[in-house]
């Protein structure tokens, strides 16, 4: 080995440990920032989409598994077969009897259209899915409203601003003794 090849290689070594090291910092300092990025731009957008308007209320997850609290039926013209069923959080509320509802109590509506059993005439079934009903409890974010965030929901998506109008008032004029709620636990 000539002279100036040993010193070529004794060169050569630190600067690729030094531009590694750099490229690690780099690195590591974008990836925080991807994350970030990511992570609120992802979910964060879809949630914007599904939410309902005015009070930026989702579907909840597994509402098909939670508790029943009571069935309902509707007559025409609507003509639905109901079930109200609620988050633990709401189960124990009910089953304690007081009112009102703590927070993080989750109530959802869920609706179907009558249908006339195939198997037996006088049976009446859920026909198909019409609105999936929500209202969650937070009484500092929803103080305006007796505490409670509404949704209604038609195909997995939140109906238009002026239906939401219309939940407080009703469920006020009518429930206000029983923290706005209208379902009773069906004994
Ligand atoms: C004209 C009156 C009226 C309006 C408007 C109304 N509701 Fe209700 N809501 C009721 C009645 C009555 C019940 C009792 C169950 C049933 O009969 O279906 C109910 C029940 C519910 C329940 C189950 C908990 C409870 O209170 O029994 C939810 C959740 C709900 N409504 C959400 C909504 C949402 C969201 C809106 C607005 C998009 C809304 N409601 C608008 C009358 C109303």
New binding site residues.
Partial sequence: MTTTETEKKRFSFPTVIVLAMILLVVFLTCVPYLVTIALAEGPAERATADA?PIFG?TIPQGYKQWEL?AP?E?AAPLDEL?A?VGNQTAIDAYQAGKFPFPDGTI???R?WKRKQSPEFASATIPGAATTV???VKDSKKYAATGGWG???FVNGKP?DEA??R??????E???KSRD????RLAP
């Fill in positions: 309902s209320v609290i309902a509707e109901r109200v109530l959802v509506k609706a009903q929500v209202m509404f949704g209604r109906v239906q939401h219309t939940c407080f008032a009703c469920h004029a009518r429930a706005y709620v209208f379902t």
